[in-house]
């Protein structure tokens, strides 16, 4: 299963994005996904899970602000970010947790 991450970019402090993150073939349905984000020099930090089932989890960090959704039909996650803070600048990556499959990062930059 090979993951595509798209969607990032440059937004001001309060604005809003969409990531999403295409999997490949029609094993997306079969596994939770997740997002996870990272800035230079500090370790991949979990950002948000959804289980088969739909259930989601977030960090404490962005809950309230962010959501994470998903259509099997498309193989394709998503991660609605909302009210974007300066902090939550990095490289945003997805992951199919049963196939330790991670996809290649797409970078949010948020201006202050």
């Known amino acids: 299963v090979q993951l595509q991450a798209s969607g990032g970019g440059l937004v001001q402090a309060g604005g809003s994005l969409t990531l999403s993150c295409a999997a490949s073939?029609?094993?997306?349905?079969?596994?939770?996904v997740g997002w996870y984000r990272q800035t230079p020099g500090n370790l991949r930090e979990w950002v948000t899970t959804m289980a088969l089932g739909g259930a989601s989890n977030y960090a404490d960090s962005v809950k309230g602000r962010f959501a994470i959704s998903r259509d099997n039909a498309r193989n394709t996650a998503y991660l609605q970010m909302n009210n974007l803070k300066p902090e939550d600048t990095a490289v945003y990556y997805c992951?199919?947790?049963?196939?330790?499959?991670w996809g290649q990062g797409t970078l949010v930059t948020v201006s202050s």
């Open positions: 073939g029609d094993r997306f349905r079969n596994s939770a």
């Open positions: 992951r199919l947790f049963k196939y330790h499959t």
